[in-house]
Structure formats: C-alpha cells, structure tokens
C-alpha cells in the first residue's frame, strides 16, 4: 500500500444493499420511461382517430363497416410506430415529470 493512498473500510454487505437500490432505481426508470411511451401512443392513437373520421373511402377500394371496425388497429399501430421512432417528444417530457415526482431525478 503506498503512503498516499487512503485507506478505506469496507463494511460486509453495504455494497448490496447500494447495488440493490440502484438495480431498484434502474428498474423504477425503465418501468417510467414504458409508461411514457404507452401514454404517448395513446395519445396519438386519438389523435390519429380523430384524424381520419374525416377521410372517405372510394367505394370499390375501401369503405364500410369492416374498415371502421378495424381503423382503430390501424390507427394505434400508426402510433405505436411512431413513438418507436422517435414520437413527438411528448414521452420524454412525461417520463422526466414522473422521476421528478419519483425523486428520481431533478
């Protein structure tokens, strides 16, 4: 051991139970971030309904009542892949606002 070097004490256990808290943390933050980017998707599943209420269809190609039934999937997928993407920012706002009330994060 060199003169200079401090000495520290090592105390059985105390790195665990730090370990632990910071797998926990780690844990906590990714299970933020997926809810942010579920809140986000839904959010712009919505907006991507309202979206196309407005659209019509040509009669041979489309229209109907399978084609509404089934443009909700359509439309949540859009959003999904969206906010796979990159999204429009509105996950990363929401997921820095819950560490903040998490104490996560300042």
Known sequence: MNAL?????ITPGAGAATGAQDT????????????????????????MQ????????????????AENQFRSFLTEAFARETTKSGGIGLADTV??????????EE
């Open 24 to 47: 926990a943390a780690l844990a906590k933050r990714g299970q933020i971030e997926k809810t942010a980017e579920d809140f986000e998707a839904a959010f712009l599943s919505i907006m």
């Open 50 to 65: 309202q979206m196309f209420t407005a659209t019509e269809v040509s009669a041979p190609f489309g229209g109907g009542q």
């Open 5 to 9: 070097s401090p000495i520290t004490a």
């Open 95 to 104: 997921a820095r606002e819950m560490l903040k009330l998490q104490g996560l």
